[in-house]
């Protein structure tokens, strides 16, 4: 029984399909098909539009999809969240929705736009941000480019951002957060409750997140003489404890471990000074907790 998972289809495209190589899931995409191939015979993709992901999963259309949350709670879609994953276009952070006028106008706060126009893609969770505030809006659908409206053609907008650049490159500046995002893999209920489509959900997961936590990781492994060993072992940290192996040379161990990696500038040196040598770095692929 096949599972089929919707892929998000235009900026999580990229990342998406890489993340899935990543995991060991090739995803070839034809010029013009949406129907991408995989060398996993247990899955049947879509490519399609994240914004509409949650709808199709909640119909059972779809089995699951990668989306934003965001989507999800703009549909108020009924489906199972089987785990948030944190990657995105360009980075690894979570992405905001936020409230944004241009940066000369006399707008300070939500209350400051009472009557005003508001463009955005995010309209339901827009005026429901608006409604709980107790401020009355206009808002309008944006098709996109929707940094260049104010102020001509809205007086604010609610728009996405990882970093803020390409707000603070078409002069807007930020007078509020709506949400926060990420990227999600969900869930039909009902696909949910089949023992096959759960385990496939599951191994999803596991192999999709054991990926991204990774990358945060590397392996360390070095040579140390038995008179440094105590020493080179409290210079590191680990998930747990490393790794002491013999050497065929008497007296010598191997000690391998693993460490994040923002870590590596200050415990190589380290390693160092403590006598340790043969110091190699390595990437990780996955890390299953």
């Not at 989507?71 to 929705?97: D, F, H, I, L």
Request: one cysteine or more; charged letters at 25%.
């Amino acid at each position: 029984m096949k599972l089929s998972l919707g892929i998000p289809k235009g900026s999580l495209q990229d990342s998406t399909i890489e993340l899935f190589r990543k995991a060991g899931i090739h995803i070839n995409v034809g010029s013009r098909s949406y129907f991408p191939q995989s060398d996993d015979p247990e899955l049947d993709l879509i490519l399609m539009r994240p914004q509409e992901i949650p709808r199709y999963v909640e119909q059972g259309i779809l089995d699951a999809g990668i989306t934003g949350y965001d989507w999800t709670v703009e549909n108020k879609a009924k489906v199972v969240q089987v785990c948030e994953m944190q990657y995105s276009k360009v980075s690894r952070n979570k992405c905001k929705w936020v409230l944004a006028v241009p940066e000369n106008s006399k707008f300070k706060k939500p209350q400051d736009l009472k009557g005003k126009h508001i463009a955005t893609e995010l309209v339901q969770t827009t005026k429901s941000y608006f409604k709980k505030l107790g401020v009355p809006v206009e808002v309008e659908f944006s098709w996109g480019a929707t940094e260049v409206k104010p102020p001509r053609l809205a007086d604010a907008i609610v728009e996405v951002t990882e970093t803020g650049s390409s707000l603070r490159a078409n002069r807007l500046r930020i007078i509020d957060t709506l949400m926060e995002t990420s990227t999600i893999l969900i869930a039909n209920k009902q696909a949910w409750s089949t023992k096959t489509k759960r385990t496939k959900m599951e191994n999803l997961r596991m192999l999709l997140q054991g990926t991204l936590d990774a990358e945060n990781f590397v392996g360390l492994k070095c040579n140390v003489h038995k008179v440094d060993l105590d020493r080179v072992v409290k210079t590191l940290p680990a998930l747990h404890n490393p790794t002491i192996s013999h050497l065929s040379d008497d007296g010598w161990y191997a000690v391998e471990t693993i460490i994040a990696v923002s870590e590596i500038k200050i415990i190589v040196p380290k390693l160092k000074r403590a006598n340790a040598s043969g110091i190699v770095e390595y990437p990780i692929n996955k890390i299953i907790q």
